[in-house]
């Protein structure tokens, strides 16, 4: 874990409670450079709101970065993201050619970095990022469990179903 991991992440996390209040799943990324601790892409969850099913937090902040930068490579960039990238962000990763990864919390239903199809494991995988898992997972995760137990609750309430 590189020193300035947790800082970045807590960044990552307030995006993601900005997501959940926004009535999103709360996911949040930053992209970074950490040769100069600029904050160079900032993003949170928003396919609901956007009407747009490519708005996760990591696209949103890839799109800034790279407007922000000009140039869609990112090369040499950390992507900090309170959850383990799904199959579309991993690919998105990829492309942008991001030099490392950050998550949170791991997501053994939807994630694609260490479960799932393992993309940056794939022969047809053209570049690898590096990798670090785990960084601040307990309140990653705990942001995720909370929300969607209120939203159990919700349909709960609306539909009479026990809540599970």
């Known amino acids: 874990m590189a020193i ?22 709360p996911v949040g990324a930053v992209i970074v450079d950490e040769n100069t601790g600029e904050v160079l892409g900032r993003g949170q969850n928003g396919p609901i709101t956007a009407h747009d099913p490519t708005a996760h937090a990591e696209i949103v902040a890839l799109r ?4 922000t930068l000009q140039n869609y490579r990112l090369t040499d960039l950390t992507l900090y993201v309170t959850l383990e990238p799904c199959a579309m962000c991993a690919g998105a990763i990829s492309h942008a050619r ?8 791991d997501d053994p239903k939807g994630g694609a970095v260490l479960h799932g199809g393992r993309f940056f494991d794939q022969p047809t995988c053209h570049w690898r990022p590096k990798t670090t ?16 137990r209120s939203r159990r609750k919700l349909r709960a309430g609306t539909t009479g179903e026990a809540e599970r």
């Open 64 to 67: 800034d970065a790279a407007v």
């Open 4 to 25: 300035h991991d947790e800082r970045f992440m807590s960044m990552a996390l307030d995006l993601a409670q900005a997501a959940a209040e926004a009535g999103e799943v």
């Open 133 to 148: 898992g785990g960084v601040m997972a307990d309140p990653a995760a705990e942001m995720l469990r909370g929300f969607f």
């Open 98 to 105: 991001i030099g490392r990864v950050v998550w949170g919390a």
